[in-house]
């Protein structure tokens, strides 16, 4: 019985993962609806915004006003985005942009460490961080602060739907991820929308970067880590929030499983294949997330919920 | 003036379809090649030699392979670091379990370990394109590193996990290990580097890389015209990982000394993904230029921090580094998306109208 307590478990610490990383690939999404750019440097935003805020709070600033003045940073680089690059690109093929943004990402990185400098910071806003242990005996383990980055993640997405579905500027940002020319025909300008999106977006990436900051403490080296958010994009499909909801909690609770049930499998394969023992088969967590993207893409190219692509001559 | 195209009379077919048209590119490239074997060897020291240079050219092999798949076919990789371990991981195989093979043996043979290695991770490709091939290509990446590390076979059950590089000699000098100089191994790898590029080049003149090249500006309307997208894109994979395990298996057996992956991380990747970008993509040239100009900027830099005397930490230097890369990356796909390799174009067209423009 109490093996089904550990799968429940690690079900569940998995899907925790995956809010985590769904809150990353919301980014993604967000800007790739309103401007048809998938900004490869949603993770390093993530870390600088996470930076910016930890830097002001070492400070000595409360944590509100630390918020703040991050949310404004967010917003500048927004505008410096669209002002310095986003301007120069358009009606550029997609993929020219998609490189352009993996240099944004670099000199972000270099930007943020260079400000900020490169050491691990502790982040410690007061997410509660204690266990709760349920079923019989306790043998099940929930950790409190999985469960609070959980209703986070869910609170935002659902005022996300709610801004994009019931405001003013959601119903443009809408109509500009359906058609830019018709968008613009309309008199919706284009060049705003995509400030506002890759502001959300760096409000998105503030959320996120504060809850991973708190778990892991704040470093660029997560920003591998935070390239997972890609398969979890890809699983899901670019256009749809659901979907990358949904994708990440199926590749959260893939990796766990996998790390936890199938590198042991693995490990004895390979030690009956060679006769050999002390194989440690550990860390499949680390490229599980895209080889399931990889054959999930092979049976369905737009994802789980993306647009199906029609191609034309 | 010194550069015309006016007056040179083509008689011939074979004339006609030479890789140099005109006697001037001719002259240059053979003299450049002519340069790199015979007065840089006897001018350059041990430092130049062996650690600028030699590293410069297998990275320069490394960009000529992504160069093919994302310059000439379209397709965007970010696991060209992982093409290059399989090279490494490889070629460290068949030189310590097949000992009599010969050394330039062992390498096109991990090249081609690469290249079969490639061709797996290609499959997407048929159904995926743009960035979500990029984002499959990092299963590669990260997939293929981790099973180089934590598989002990591949590195023949060595405790340490990074065994060292087997010497091994041609002609009875020693070319790769530690104990080689560094003058013979720039020679055997400028030779790689020199026969590679020339397979290249010819490769996207011909039949191959005109599908390539169809295949990469419309895949739809490439197929009605009659090309087969997979043997297509599979041979853009296949010859790309070729070069990138060949690049791999130099940087192991001759820069480093030691096969480990930690040389070959998404780092790696992102570096030579840039040195395609600036160099220019669809350019064999551009891919020498490119990796030349990433690999020396950091030295560079760090040069000019000491001469200068500023007070900079290496870790500031480092992030210094990181931000001019990304600007860089931004301002040549604006300013000039053909890189290098067009601004050497601009230089050569400047050049015929010289000192007369009209």
């Known amino acids: 019985m109490s093996e089904f307590w550990f799968f429940l478990e690690?079900?569940?610490?998995?899907?925790?993962?995956?809010?985590?990383y769904a809150l990353v690939a919301l980014g993604f999404v967000l800007i790739f609806k309103a401007s048809g750019v998938f900004n490869f440097a949603q993770g390093t935003m993530?870390?600088?915004?996470?930076?910016?805020?930890?830097?002001?709070?070492?400070?000595?600033?409360?944590?509100?006003?630390?918020?703040i003045i991050s949310i404004g940073i967010m917003i500048a680089w927004a505008f410096a985005v669209e002002r310095l690059v986003l301007r120069h690109l358009v009606n550029q093929a997609p993929i020219i942009l998609f490189m352009a943004t993996?240099?944004?990402?670099?000199?972000?990185?270099?930007?943020?460490?260079?400000?900020?400098g490169g050491d691990v910071h502790p982040l410690d806003i007061g997410i509660p961080n204690g266990a709760w242990f349920v079923g019989p005996e306790g043998v099940m383990l929930i950790d409190q602060f999985d469960l609070s980055a959980a209703v986070i993640a869910g609170v935002l997405v659902l005022s996300l739907a709610l801004f994009f579905h019931y405001t003013r500027i959601g119903r443009a940002l809408r109509a500009v991820a359906d058609d830019h020319q018709a968008a613009l025909s309309v008199g919706i300008p284009l060049n705003r929308i995509w400030v506002i999106v890759w502001s959300v977006a760096g409000f998105v990436a503030l959320v996120a970067g504060i809850i991973w900051g708190s778990r892991l403490g704040v470093q660029f080296a997560l920003s591998i880590v935070a390239l997972k958010a890609l398969p979890v994009l890809?699983?899901?499909g670019f256009t749809s929030v659901p979907g990358a909801i949904i994708g990440g909690l199926i590749i959260g609770t893939g990796e766990k499983m996998a790390e936890i049930y199938g590198a042991p499998a693995m490990e004895s394969l390979v030690t009956a294949l060679s006769g050999t023992d002390s194989v440690s088969l550990g860390g499949v967590e680390e490229w599980f997330a895209y080889v399931i993207a990889m054959f999930f893409l092979l049976f369905r190219p737009q994802g789980l919920f993306g647009e199906r692509i029609i191609e034309r001559v | 003036m010194f550069y015309r195209e006016a007056g040179i009379y083509k008689t011939s077919y074979a004339a006609d379809q030479a890789l140099f048209r005109i006697p001037l590119d001719r002259i240059f490239v053979i003299g450049l090649i002519a340069v790199a074997y015979v007065v840089v060897p006897m001018v350059g020291n041990q430092y130049w030699l062996g650690s600028i240079l030699l590293p410069a050219l297998i990275l320069s092999i490394a960009a000529l392979g992504l160069n093919i798949l994302t310059g000439y076919c379209g397709q965007v990789s970010l696991g060209t670091g992982a093409f290059m371990a399989a090279g490494a991981y490889m070629a460290y195989k068949f030189a310590t379990n097949v000992t009599w093979l010969p050394i330039p043996v062992v390498i096109v043979l991990g090249g081609l370990c690469a290249a079969?290695?490639?061709?797996?991770?290609?499959?997407?490709?048929?159904?995926?394109?743009?960035?979500?091939l990029a984002v499959t290509t990092l299963a590669a990446q990260f997939f293929l590193l981790w099973l180089f590390q934590k598989v002990p076979w591949f590195v023949n059950y060595s405790m340490s996990g990074v065994p060292t590089a087997p010497p091994r000699e041609i002609f009875g000098v020693l070319v790769t290990g530690a104990e080689a100089t560094p003058?013979?191994?720039?020679?055997f790898v400028?030779?790689?580097?020199?026969i590679l590029a020339l397979i290249a080049a010819n490769l996207v003149r011909g039949r191959i890389g005109r599908t390539w090249m169809a295949i990469r500006d419309m895949d739809i309307a490439a197929e009605l015209i009659g090309i087969k997208p997979l043997n297509t894109k599979l041979s853009a994979f296949a010859v790309s990982s070729f070069y990138c395990g060949v690049a791999g298996a130099l940087w192991s057996f001759c820069y480093i000394n030691t096969v480990e992956s930690s040389a070959f991380d998404i780092f790696r990747s992102f570096m030579i993904?840039?040195?395609v970008i600036v160099g220019g993509l669809g350019s064999v040239m551009g891919s020498f230029l490119g990796a030349f100009f990433i690999f020396l900027l950091p030295i560079a830099l760090n040069n000019a921090a000491t001469t200068f005397g500023l007070p900079i930490a290496t870790e500031t230097i480092t992030h210094i580094e990181f931000m001019v890369f990304g600007g860089l990356i931004v301002f040549f796909l604006i300013v000039e998306p053909h890189g290098l390799a067009r601004l050497w174009q601009i230089a050569k067209e400047k050049l015929r109208l010289w000192p007369f423009p009209y």
């Not at chain 1, 690690?10 to 985590?20: E, P, Y």
């Open chain 2, 183 to 187: 003058a013979a191994r720039y020679i």
């Open chain 1, 234 to 236: 890809i699983l899901g």
């Open chain 1, 46 to 67: 993530v870390l600088f915004a996470a930076l910016c805020f930890v830097g002001f709070l070492e400070m000595g600033l409360p944590i509100a006003v630390a918020g």
């Open chain 2, 116 to 132: 079969a290695i490639g061709v797996a991770f290609g499959l997407p490709s048929l159904r995926i394109k743009g960035f979500y």
């Open chain 1, 102 to 116: 993996i240099g944004i990402s670099f000199f972000l990185e270099g930007f943020g460490e260079f400000i900020w």
């Open chain 2, 190 to 194: 400028l030779t790689f580097a020199v």
């Open chain 1, 10 to 20: 690690v079900l569940l610490s998995g899907m925790f993962a995956g809010t985590m």
């Open chain 2, 273 to 275: 993904l840039f040195m």
